[in-house]
C-alpha cells in the first residue's frame, strides 16, 4: 500500500502542513522537527505525489528556463546554462522547463502571457540576450512572475550571476600582446548581448594600454556562430596586412576562425594565433586546442536557480552573485617567429 504524507505526519508526530514544508524545504521548520520527518520518510520509503507539495501554498514547484536561440540554435553555451539550472531544481526537489522566446516576434508578450498561463511557474531564469530585455522584465514584474537573470547588463536589484567579462577579455588580449603580436584582430559577437559590449571593451582597453590606436579593419562583426566566425576571417584574410592574431568572441567564432585559417593556408599558430571566450568543450577537442577564457557556465546556471530558489524558498531577498574567470592558455597562439 502507498504511504501517503499523512502516515508520515502521524509516525513524525507533526501535522501534515510541517511534512509539506519539509518536503518544500521551506524556512520555516525547526532543525529537530525537519530531522524528525525526514528520518520517517527515510524508514517509510515515502515518495511524495506532486499534488501533496502544495499542500502549504498554491505553487507549481516548476522553474522556466528562457532564451532567444534564433541566431545560434546549437549553442554549447545554452546546453551548459541548462545542465546547471536543472542541476540546482534537482537539488531542491523542483521541475525545469526549458522554452525559446524569440525577441523579434510581434506577438512576443501573448506568447509570454501564455507560458505563464499554461504552465504557472513559480519564476523563470532569463540568459542574455533576453536578460535585459525591457518588454520582457516589464512583464514579469506585472505578472508578479519572480526572475534570476544570468549576464545581465542592468545589475541594480537583480539577481542572478554575472562574471567580469571585460576583464576576462583584457588578459586574453594582454596574453596575445605578451607574444609579441600588435595586429590583433577582433570579431565581435551578436550586437544586442551585453557579452560583446563587454568582450569589444575589454579588447580595446589593452590594445590602448598598450599604446596601439584602434584599426577599424581589424574589428570585424559576427554572430556567435561557427559560420560567421568564418565570414570574418575571410574579411581579415583579405586584408593587404593581415592580422597575426584573431581574438574571436566566443569558441564558436574561433573555430570558424581556424577553419578559414586553413582555407587559406595559414597553420595556426605559426602563421596565426587564434583565441576564443567560454570554454566550451569545443575548445579542448579542437586541433591545435584554444586558447580562451574559461567562463564557468554550467556552475552559472547553477548559482542563478540557487539565487532564485532561495528567494521562491524564503530563505532571503537573493542576490547578484559574480563568479571568477581563468585564462586558459593552450597551443592554438604562440610568439611570433
Given at each position: ?32 522537527t525537519r ?8 524508514a517509510m520509503?515515502?515518495?511524495p505525489?506532486?499534488s ?26 545554452l546546453?551548459?546554462i ?6 540546482a ?15 523579434r ?11 505563464i ?40 536589484g537583480?539577481?542572478?550571476v ?27 559577437g ?7 559590449r ?13 599604446g596601439l ?15 560567421s ?14 592580422p ?12 570558424g ?46 548559482i542563478a ?14 542576490q547578484?552573485?559574480?563568479v ?10 604562440a610568439r611570433?617567429?
Amino acid at each position: 500500500m502507498r504511504v501517503r504524507l499523512e502516515d508520515v505526519a502521524r509516525a513524525a508526530s507533526v501535522s501534515p502542513k510541517t511534512v509539506s514544508r519539509v518536503l518544500n524545504d521551506e524556512a520555516n521548520v525547526s532543525d529537530a522537527t525537519r530531522k524528525r520527518v525526514l528520518a520517517a520518510m527515510e524508514a517509510m520509503d515515502y515518495r511524495p505525489h506532486p499534488s501533496a507539495r502544495s499542500l502549504a501554498g498554491n505553487r507549481s514547484f516548476l522553474v522556466a528556463m528562457l532564451y532567444d536561440n534564433n541566431d545560434n540554435p546549437a549553442s554549447t553555451y545554452l546546453a551548459e546554462i541548462q545542465d546547471g539550472v536543472l542541476e540546482a531544481c534537482d537539488e531542491h526537489r523542483y521541475s525545469m522547463m526549458v522554452r525559446p522566446l524569440r525577441m523579434r516576434g510581434d506577438d512576443f508578450i501573448r506568447r509570454l502571457d501564455a507560458l505563464i498561463s499554461d504552465h504557472h511557474p513559480d519564476g523563470v531564469v532569463l540568459t542574455p540576450p533576453i536578460t535585459d530585455y525591457a518588454p520582457l522584465l516589464k512583464r514579469l514584474r506585472e505578472r508578479n512572475v519572480p526572475y534570476a537573470s544570468v549576464s545581465p547588463m542592468q545589475r541594480n536589484g537583480v539577481i542572478g550571476v554575472t562574471m567580469d567579462e571585460q576583464a576576462a577579455a583584457r588578459a586574453i588580449v594582454e596574453h596575445l600582446l605578451a607574444l609579441g603580436h600588435r595586429r590583433i584582430a577582433h570579431v565581435i559577437g551578436i550586437a544586442d548581448h551585453g557579452a560583446s559590449r563587454w568582450r569589444l571593451a575589454g579588447y580595446r582597453e589593452a590594445m590602448a594600454a598598450a599604446g596601439l590606436p584602434e584599426d577599424p579593419e581589424l574589428v570585424v562583426q559576427g554572430a556567435f556562430t561557427f559560420g560567421s566566425g568564418v565570414a570574418a576571417a575571410r574579411e581579415l584574410f583579405a586584408l593587404k596586412q593581415r592580422p597575426t592574431a584573431v581574438f574571436a568572441a566566443n569558441d564558436d567564432m574561433a573555430t570558424g576562425v581556424m577553419w578559414a585559417a586553413g582555407e587559406y593556408g595559414l597553420k595556426v599558430p605559426h602563421d596565426l594565433s587564434v583565441c576564443g571566450f567560454d570554454d566550451t568543450p569545443l575548445a579542448r577537442q579542437l586541433w591545435p586546442a584554444l586558447t580562451t577564457i574559461q567562463q564557468p557556465s554550467r556552475e552559472m546556471g547553477r548559482i542563478a536557480a540557487t539565487q532564485l530558489l532561495n528567494l521562491l524558498r524564503g530563505r532571503g531577498p537573493g542576490q547578484l552573485v559574480q563568479v571568477p574567470f581563468s585564462l586558459q592558455i593552450r597551443d592554438s597562439t604562440a610568439r611570433i617567429p
